[in-house]
Nanobody, 125 residues
Framework: QVQLVESGGGLVQAGGSLRISCVAS????????MGWFRQAPGKEREFVAR????????YYAESVKGRFNISRDNAKNTVYLQMNSLKPEDTAVYYC??????????????????WGQGTQVTVSS
């Protein structure tokens, strides 16, 4: 079992930056690839980014590529999402998720075994 707790969300103006974090507890953090997803009101949860177990490989949704950066610190059991050049359409609840498998369909929610409770990110225009 893995428990995930996100933090760092908030209100930011368009063009600004924000870094959100997710701390894991329970089983060995480095055994899991980690992902970030987001869900806006009335929309389905969508893939944002993923990082491999040791952090050597990263993947991004096209909508955030070049603006967001996912990273992890296995010594701190933490995964980060640095969000730059934020847009109003980035407004959503952001969730971190842990995947114990090699990852076949990395953008699918069903790929992930554990989820955090989410942190709200609001970007004002």
């Amino acid at each position: 079992q893995v428990q995930l707790v996100e933090s760092g969300g908030g209100l930011v103006q368009a063009g600004g930056s924000l870094r959100i974090s997710c701390v894991a507890s329970g089983r060995t953090f480095s055994a899991y690839a980690m992902g970030w997803f987001r869900q806006a009101p009335g929309k389905e949860r969508e893939f944002v980014a993923r990082i491999s177990r040791v952090g050597t490989r990263t993947y991004y949704a096209e909508s955030v590529k070049g603006r967001f950066n996912i990273s992890r610190d296995n010594a701190k059991n933490t995964v980060y999402l640095q969000m730059n050049s934020l847009k109003p359409e980035d407004t959503a609840v952001y969730y971190c998720a842990a995947d114990s498998t090699p990852g076949v369909v990395i953008h699918a929610t069903y790929e992930y075994d554990y989820w955090g409770q989410g942190t709200q990110v609001t970007v004002s225009s």
